[in-house]
C-alpha cells in the first residue's frame, strides 16, 4: 500500500496527509449497522463501509478541490508509473453540470494486516445495536477504520463563543454543508496494478443550510483543500490548517510511501 505523507527524519513513522475539502452533502451512507446491511454472503463482511458524496454546485472554491484531488492523483501516478505497475483511472463523479467528490472507509481490516493497529471499539458509533460483531472471526476494526464526527456549538456559559463537539452520524443529513478531512492511499490490487482511494477521516457538520447557502453564493469560506498534519477532528489538540494554498503548491513537500514493516503497515481498509 502506498501513503500520501510528509517526510520523515532517519528513524521516524511517516506522518499521514489529512486534507480538508468542503462541500454540501449529497448522498450519505453512515452508520448506525442494522440488519438490513449486513450482507447474506458473510464472505464480504469486509467490503461493508461508510461513504459520503459532496456537491459545491459550482462553488470556485468546491471546483478546486476538485482540481487539488485530481493533481494528487496525478501524483500518485507518476509514483506508480516509476515502479513499473499502473494506477487505475480515478475521476470525480458527475450530477449533471456539477462536479461531485465521494469518500469512504472500510468498517473492517483484516486481522493479518492489521498487526500493530490499535484496535477501536465497535459498540459505541459503528454497531450499538450488536448485528455485526457477532459474525466477526478474521476481521478487525482499528483505529485506521475509524471515522470522526463533529459538530459546532454555541457555548454561551463560557466567555468562548463557540466550541466544537463530538456527534452520532445519524445527525447528519442531506443538504448540511460539511467540511470532511481526507488521507489518500494507493492499494494494489494486481502483480502490476494500483487503485487510488481518498480515505474517509472525519466528518464536521458546518451549518444545517441557511448560512451555508449563504455563504456559497457569496463564495466565502468554501476553501479549497488545507493541509493539516495528520490531525483528525476538531478538539483542543487538534491542529490549525496551514493556509499555504491548494495542494498543487505543496507536492513539493510531500512525498509517497511504500508502507514497510517498520513504517508499521496499514491494513488495506478503505
Request: hydrophobic content about 35%; overall charge positive; glycine content about 6%.
Amino acid at each position: 500500500m502506498l501513503l500520501l505523507g510528509y517526510p520523515k527524519k532517519s528513524g521516524e513513522e511517516v506522518e499521514e496527509v489529512i486534507l480538508r475539502v468542503q462541500g454540501f452533502l449529497q448522498d450519505a451512507h453512515l452508520p448506525p449497522i442494522r440488519n438490513n446491511h449486513i450482507p447474506r454472503n458473510h464472505a464480504r463482511l469486509m467490503d461493508m463501509k461508510q461513504s459520503i458524496t459532496l456537491v459545491g454546485f459550482g462553488a470556485e472554491r468546491f471546483d478546486c478541490a476538485v482540481r487539488g484531488l485530481g493533481s494528487i492523483y496525478q501524483y500518485f501516478n507518476r509514483h506508480v508509473a516509476r515502479t513499473g505497475s499502473r494506477l487505475r483511472e480515478w475521476t470525480p463523479g458527475r450530477d449533471g453540470a456539477n462536479a461531485t467528490l465521494t469518500f469512504a472507509n472500510r468498517y473492517l481490516s483484516s486481522a493479518r494486516d492489521a498487526v500493530g493497529e490499535v484496535p477501536a471499539d465497535l459498540a459505541d458509533v459503528v454497531d450499538p445495536f450488536n448485528v455485526l460483531r457477532p459474525l466477526l472471526h478474521t476481521e478487525v476494526h482499528t483505529q485506521d477504520n475509524v471515522v470522526e464526527y463533529w459538530q459546532r456549538q454555541d457555548n454561551k456559559l463560557t466567555s468562548h463563543s463557540e466550541r466544537f463537539v463530538r456527534i452520532k452520524p445519524d445527525a447528519f443529513s442531506i443538504s448540511n454543508m460539511v467540511e470532511v478531512q481526507i488521507g489518500f492511499i494507493a492499494v494494489k490490487t494486481g502483480r502490476t496494478e494500483y487503485i487510488f482511494l481518498p480515505k474517509l477521516r472525519s466528518i464536521f457538520c458546518q451549518d444545517y443550510n441557511t448560512v451555508a447557502i449563504r455563504n456559497l453564493s457569496q463564495k466565502k469560506h468554501i476553501s479549497p483543500l488545507k493541509k493539516v498534519k495528520r490531525k483528525v477532528g476538531y478538539g483542543d489538540d487538534s491542529a490549525e490548517p496551514n493556509e499555504d494554498g491548494p495542494p498543487q503548491e505543496q507536492m513539493k513537500r510531500l512525498r509517497i510511501d511504500d508502507e514497510q514493516p517498520q513504517v508499521q503497515e496499514r491494513a488495506m481498509s478503505v
